[in-house]
């Protein structure tokens, strides 16, 4: 998803995450109208949603593993499961050696890949990364995409909002271009318009 500064990329993932309720329209996923939606319901409608924040949303004084490991904590798995299934996702995004580290004690790249791993922790249906690679080099953030396309292939919706043109250009991926609130254009194997 693209577009300017201010053309609503994050308010729609925020309405996906229904942190906003629309001022018009229905927003439905997987067939549920995502405004009428019970306490209950939502909690269990969040339980299919990773995010991925800018900003690595981190808890400081927990290390990497227990940060991870927190949202399957949260809805009710055996500690068992918990480490093995962490374990696997540290593998995944090749953290493996930092579990028992804490944030303070990473780099950019290490902080993001620690926030997809907790966002995939519980094996979400839907994936959304706000400006994921907006504080990282170049090299890092290949490879940060290169995790979300190996999420995207294990079967996860994954919605990228991001400002990075090369990297929208050569995924050559769907590209859904967002103008003042509105979808603007939506392109198969697309590429980052400026105009």
Same mark, same amino acid.
């Given at each position: ?12 993932? +925020?309405?996906?995450? *229904? !942190? %906003?309720? $629309?001022?018009? @329209?229905? #927003? ?16 269990? %409608? ?15 004084? *927990? ?10 904590? /949260?809805? @009710?798995?055996? +500690? ?17 050696? *930092? ?32 400006? $994921? ?12 995409? +290169? ?6 292939? /294990?079967?996860?919706? =994954?919605? #990228?909002?991001?400002?990075? =043109? !090369?990297? =929208? ?22 590429? %980052?318009?400026?105009?």
């Amino acid at each position: 998803m693209t577009g300017p500064s201010g053309a609503g990329k994050t308010t729609i993932i +925020k309405l996906l995450l *229904r !942190e %906003y309720l $629309p001022s018009e @329209g229905v #927003i439905s996923v997987d067939g549920q109208n995502l405004a009428k939606l019970s306490s209950k319901e939502l909690t269990l %409608y969040r339980r299919k949603v990773g995010v991925v924040f800018q900003d690595f949303k981190l808890i400081g004084d *927990r290390t990497v593993f227990e940060n991870v490991a927190l949202p399957l904590e /949260m809805i @009710g798995r055996e +500690k068992e499961e918990i480490k093995g299934k962490v374990s696997k996702i540290l593998e995944l995004v090749s953290l493996e050696d *930092r579990a028992s580290f804490f944030p303070a004690q990473l780099a950019g790249g290490e902080l993001q890949r620690v926030c997809l791993a907790r966002a995939i922790s519980y094996q979400p249906k839907i994936l959304l990364a706000d400006e $994921p690679t907006g504080n990282l080099d170049p090299t890092t953030s290949w490879q940060i995409m +290169k995790l979300f396309k190996k999420v995207n292939r /294990m079967g996860t919706t =994954v919605l #990228i909002a991001t400002h990075n =043109v !090369e990297i =929208v250009d050569s995924l050559k991926e769907r590209v859904l271009k967002i103008e003042k609130g509105a979808l603007a254009k939506d392109q198969k194997g697309g590429k %980052y318009e400026l105009k």
